[in-house]
């Protein structure tokens, strides 16, 4: 069986493929009663919508989505959800299917061509299918309703790093994020990543990048301790996200470079109610797979772009030797719109293991 499910509670599955006639998203679990339609949704997928700038692939697509049900007008004219299965879908109206007509028996080095032929013996080659970045839009979808379960909750996601060039965190203007094509909140990295990008996709070529997603408001007691830890469900989030090939939550890696006195999160009594205060968050507010009240940091790695104009070499279907050079039209930093995906993973998680920690502690 092919696992196109995550999450246990509230759980979503996506469908379709890059160049079908649509792709989707069906949310199961959601709580009833609450408002949602289109116009609710619609800013989500805009945000990631390709096309928008000359930093991301030109392929134009409305993104326009649609509720197939889950949904019903109450006695004031608001839909609200119904408690049943929220179908979520998009159509695809700008494929452009011959653009792959060379790698339909070649592979793609970096990409999942060759992987899904040695799995499933036959491949949709036309834009990647499920294996395409186009995929994700379901998730985005999937996510916005996620976020009306977890209203106590901001989350807020930014791309910290583009080939290897570094924000100034001295720089952080948390209100430049929705200002640039780069989800960047340092208006200095905004002007080297036009560069970066731009010679970078003249070149034929890709960047790898950085996203980083902070939750605020997640209470303490979200998650469980062995098997369901909120932390690890987070990283299998995030790690399903096409393209991603590294996740960290809180300091990551550099706790491993840490003394154990430098990597405690110090606490001190906080204000009546309010529980601890903590003097640092090393953990990314995440101990022992439980929240702990501190915002929760997740930092996800992207790769360069597989779909490249520059040759490479590689083999066919046969197993001969081939070069390949991927035409058409394709992210030169698919990082870049990958910062809606991650936010969207992240209020998707939050919000089961919310419901998650109310099914067993009320």
């Known amino acids: ?34 408002a949602l339609d289109e116009a609710a949704i619609q800013p989500f ?14 392929r134009q697509e409305a993104d326009q989505v649609r509720i197939l049900s889950g949904v019903f007008a109450g006695p004031d004219g608001t839909q609200r959800t119904t408690g049943t299965p929220i179908s979520l879908m998009i159509e695809n109206t700008d494929q452009r299917s011959k653009d792959y007509s ?8 970096g990409h999942a061509d060759y992987a899904y032929d040695a799995k499933y013996g036959i491949r949709d080659y036309r834009g990647g299918g499920r294996s395409s970045a186009r995929e994700t839009a379901a998730r985005v979808a999937a996510g916005a309703v996620a976020r009306l379960v977890v209203p106590e909750v901001t989350i807020t996601t930014y791309v910290s790093e583009i080939g290897g060039d570094a924000i100034d965190m001295g720089n952080f203007d948390a209100g430049q994020i929705g200002q640039n094509p780069f989800f960047c909140p340092d208006v200095e990295a905004v002007k080297r990543w036009e560069k970066l990008v ?39 989030a995030m790690m399903g ?47 022992g797979g439980i ?8 930092r996800v790695a992207f790769k360069p772009t597989s779909s490249i104009l520059i040759p490479r070499a590689s083999i066919n279907s046969a197993g001969e030797e081939t070069t390949v050079r991927t035409k058409g039209r394709h992210d030169p930093c698919v990082g870049i719109r990958g910062t809606p995906v991650v936010e969207a993973m992240m209020a998707l998680v939050l919000a089961d293991h919310k419901m998650l920690h109310r099914a067993q502690c009320g």
């Open 1 to 34: 069986m092919s696992v196109n499910t995550f999450g246990r509670v509230l759980r979503f599955t996506t469908w379709g493929e890059s160049h079908g006639p649509a792709l989707g998203a069906v949310v199961d679990g959601c709580p009833p009663g609450l």
């Open 45 to 58: 997928l805009d945000a990631r919508r390709p096309g928008t700038s000359k930093y991301t692939t030109q």
């Open 102 to 109: 060379e790698i339909a028996h070649a592979y793609r080095p």
């Open 198 to 236: 731009d010679d970078c996709r003249k070149d034929g070529s890709s960047l790898g990048a950085v996203v980083e997603c902070v939750a605020t408001g997640v209470p303490a007691g979200w998650g469980a301790p062995v098997y369901a830890k909120l932390d690890a469900d987070l990283a299998a």
């Open 241 to 287: 996200i096409n393209a991603v090939k590294a996740v960290e939550i809180g300091e990551g890696f550099n706790a491993a470079r840490l003394r154990g006195e430098d990597n405690a999160d110090e606490m001190r009594p906080g204000a009546a109610g309010e529980g601890p205060e903590f003097l640092a968050n090393h953990a990314g507010g995440i101990a």
């Open 291 to 298: 929240s702990t009240g501190q915002p929760v940091v997740c």
